[in-house]
T-cell receptor
Framework: AQSVTQLDSQVPVFEEAPVELRCNYS??????LFWYVQYPNQGLQLLLK??????LVKGINGFEAEFNKSQTSFHLRKPSVHISDTAEYFC??????????????FGSGTQLTVLP | ETGVTQSPTHLIKTRGQQVTLRCSSQ?????VSWYQQALGQGPQFIFQ???????GRGNFPPRFSGLQFPNYSSELNVNALELDDSALYLC???????????????FGPGTRLTVT
């Protein structure tokens, strides 16, 4: 079975500072990796994804993430955050050889709070 | 192109009742997945429908059931509601079940269910 661990449940950071949200996964087979963002009282929005190719992937709103296969990590970074980045961030994996169902397994989330 | 829509936005039910939640998939997507997100947690996979058939299920009891219609819209039905069923229910759609892009799931805004 696969699992996703988000190491920090809450990350407070000052506006214009850099931020890193950590994600580690465990799986016996290869996975695709995703980061989703959830604003209060809303659904999930796809932030970025790693499917193949370059291990450094860029997403929306200036976020990027790096896939590290040896460390089974997929940490999310942004060089300078804005107040509007305050939200819950979820890391998720999808098994490449999951058969017919494309099931996402999520971490427990990291609440990013950007302080003025 | 319309995104994933869900109805209703909120509803309140009493323990023991039954509820039906509805989802319309994104244009061009024929696979629909349902997730339960309890307060303060990441979404948990309930099941997935493709070509009007269930093709994957998470660790949820049989009182959680679903349907997919020829126009790819979907319903989630929950019988004999329990207090622990209170959660945000998210619907996600994806491309046909083959290839890398089929792993990308696009979420609706969710239905907030409260069981009293």
């Amino acid at each position: 079975a696969q699992s996703v661990t988000q190491l920090d449940s809450q990350v407070p950071v000052f506006e214009e500072a850099p931020v890193e949200l950590r994600c580690n996964y465990s799986s016996s087979v290869s996975v695709y990796l995703f980061w989703y963002v959830q604003y209060p009282n809303q659904g999930l929005q796809l932030l970025l994804k790693y499917l193949s190719g370059s291990t450094l992937v860029k997403g929306i709103n200036g976020f990027e993430a790096e896939f590290n296969k040896s460390q089974t990590s997929f940490h999310l970074r942004k060089p300078s955050v804005h107040i509007s980045d305050t939200a819950e961030y979820f890391c998720a994996v999808s098994l490449i050889s999951s058969g017919s169902a494309r099931q996402l397994t999520f971490g427990s989330g990291t609440q990013l709070t950007v302080l003025p | 192109e319309t995104g994933v829509t869900q109805s209703p936005t909120h509803l309140i039910k009493t323990r023991g009742q039954q509820v039906t939640l509805r989802c319309s998939s994104q244009s061009g997507h024929n696979t629909v997945s349902w997730y339960q997100q309890a307060l303060g947690q990441g979404p948990q996979f309930i099941f997935q429908y493709y070509r009007e058939e269930e093709n994957g299920r998470g660790n949820f009891p049989p009182r959680f059931s679903g349907l997919q219609f020829p126009n790819y819209s979907s319903e989630l039905n929950v019988n004999a509601l329990e207090l622990d069923d209170s959660a945000l229910y998210l619907c996600a759609s994806s491309l046909p079940s083959s290839g890398t892009l089929s792993h990308e799931q696009y979420f609706g805004p969710g239905t907030r269910l409260t069981v009293t």
